[in-house]
């Protein structure tokens, strides 16, 4: 005899993005009216529109996946090292309006982390606390990141963000131990994005930090950790960091979708 039948309620149907057409799970997105919008197609308002021809698009999709697969290895979530391209950009753009400047800016901040590829495994996911020997190891990336991007010369001023984004303002960073103005300006720029974002994201032994937590926390480090003109460039675009930092984090109720965000450059 047949048992009695079992109702289970269906699931709610996932959103789609009104952009690319991709169901949307467990990413961040936004929301305009009854329209979603993923985090990659917001993201792409951010980026490089209008400042690629059709060859440097194809060099740029090239390098997308290389950071995408980067990001993988290191079992970073979402679109890190995109993210963090994106959000240099607005910083940058508060500097300058010059397209080959930015797109250096958004190579640079895409591949910072292109050196990792050069460290093994056994060290790059380590849970446990690396040793004196693995640091030394481990802070090797950025000089091996640049030496792999000075085979392509149209990345002279990507490659300074490369090697030099783990410098520190206060000169205690690596690999060179650079100070104050001595650090190329869109490495200092990119200190204080990627900080948001490692603040701002989940990691194994925490939960992600609160915007204002983060915020705080880069304002107390403005000249040791951060140039402090950085830090004021990071306050002035604090409304458009504040959004895309949510938009991460999966808050669907932002007022505006990616077009409307984009239009103010």
Not at 35 to 49: M, S, T
Not at 90 to 107: E, H, I, M, P, S
Not at 242 to 263: D, T, Y
Request: hydrophobic share 40%; net charge negative; aromatic share 8%.
């Amino acid at each position: 005899m047949e048992g009695p039948a079992h109702n289970h309620p269906e699931s709610p149907p996932l959103p789609v993005c009104g952009f690319c057409g991709a169901p949307i799970a467990a990413t961040g997105f936004t929301r305009a009216g009854n329209r979603y919008c993923c985090e990659g197609c917001f993201l792409k308002e951010k980026e490089y529109r209008g400042i690629l021809d059709e060859r440097e698009k194809a060099y740029l999709a090239l390098a997308e996946s290389l950071a995408a697969a980067l990001d993988a290895r290191e079992r970073e979530t979402g679109l890190h090292s995109k993210r963090v391209a994106c959000h240099t950009l607005v910083l940058a753009r508060r500097f300058t309006t010059d397209a080959d400047k930015l797109r250096q800016v958004y190579w640079g901040a895409l591949l910072h982390d292109l050196g990792k590829i050069g460290i093994p495994d056994a060290i790059l996911l380590k849970e446990a606390p690396l040793t004196g020997d693995e640091w030394h190891v481990m802070r090797a990336h950025p000089e091996i990141g640049h030496r792999i991007l000075t085979n392509a010369p149209f990345m002279g001023e990507a490659a300074e963000i490369v090697l030099y984004h783990e410098e520190r303002y206060d000169g205690t960073g690596y690999p060179r131990r650079l100070a104050g103005d001595d650090i190329p300006m869109w490495a200092r720029l990119f200190a204080v994005i990627d900080t948001l974002d490692a603040m701002t994201s989940d990691r194994p032994y925490r939960k992600a930090l609160e915007f204002d937590a983060a915020k705080a926390e880069i304002v107390r480090m403005a000249g040791t950790q951060f140039d402090p003109l950085a830090v004021q460039a990071f306050l002035a675009e604090e409304q458009t960091m504040r959004a895309m930092v949510g938009v991460k984090c999966g808050s669907s109720m932002l007022q505006e979708g990616p077009a409307a965000a984009g239009s103010r450059r």
